[in-house]
């Protein structure tokens, strides 16, 4: 079964870009994942599904600002211009043998 | 546009069951190619997975919970259902049902359970 491991905090300043990360554990390198956002709050929304290529298909709705990329075993979320609506938590979900996993999520503040 | 709306007790006594109920509007639940799942959010902690259903109802748990868990589905009232079982204040959480294409791609808003006596 995989594990996804994101970093637990990540900041940036507004207008500026960061990209967070989402690693896939050993053995699971290929697999796709999605992006969800949490606004505080709120119920998480999804963004995007990710694949090892690096292609992505997003959600309805959501900015070109927000993209995705993978490297290996990471799969990346990068959001440029970054708004005060950008500060939220973002959590990355993968699958595997109808089980599905969830990483501890990132909280991202834009100072 | 596709919805889900849970719907259930907010209280729950300890080591009774809580159950809850999902309904979705804007599309069939009996649509194929979907699962439809039940995810919770402890107060401050992140996403825990509890388990899904297929359309064609087929049921698959998180192992953690399984010996807890019931989902079940009711095509005609294009409703799915959540009943945990010997509940503790553990299981205090929000409580969101979903639709599934493999990932999530549509989330209920949620709602608190509370387990307390």
């Known amino acids: 079964q995989p594990v996804l491991t994101q970093s637990s905090s990540a900041s940036a300043s507004l207008g500026s870009s960061v990209k967070l990360t989402c690693t896939l554990s050993?053995?699971?390198?290929?697999?796709?994942i999605a992006w969800h956002q949490q606004q505080p709050g709120k119920a998480p929304r999804y963004l995007m599904k990710?694949?090892?290529?690096?292609?992505?298909n997003k959600g309805s709705g959501v900015p070109d600002r927000f993209s995705g990329s993978s490297s290996g075993a990471d799969r990346y979320l990068t959001i440029s211009n970054l708004q005060s609506e950008d500060e939220a938590d973002y959590y990355c979900?993968?699958?595997?043998?109808?089980?599905?996993?969830f990483g501890g999520g990132t909280k991202l503040t834009v100072l | 546009q596709l919805q889900l709306q849970e719907s259930g007790p907010g209280l729950v006594k300890p080591s009774e069951t809580l159950s809850l109920t999902c309904t979705v509007s804007?599309?069939?639940?009996?649509?194929?190619?979907?699962?439809w799942g039940w995810i919770r959010q402890p107060p401050g902690k992140g996403l825990e997975w509890i388990g899904s259903?297929?359309?064609?109802?087929?049921?698959y748990y998180n192992p953690s919970l399984k010996s807890r868990v019931t989902i079940s589905v009711d095509t005609s009232k294009n409703q799915f259902s959540l009943k945990l079982s010997s509940v503790t204040a553990a299981d205090t959480a929000v409580y969101y049902c979903?639709?599934?294409?493999?990932?999530?791609?549509?989330w209920g808003q949620g709602t608190l359970v509370t387990v307390s006596s």
């Open positions: 259903i297929y359309y064609s109802g087929s049921t």
């Open positions: 979900e993968t699958w595997d043998s109808n089980t599905w996993v």
């Open positions: 804007g599309g069939s639940i009996s649509s194929s190619s979907y699962y």
């Open positions: 990710l694949e090892g290529s690096g292609g992505y």
């Open positions: 979903a639709r599934e294409p493999s990932y999530v791609d549509y």
């Open positions: 050993s053995g699971h390198s290929s697999y796709i």
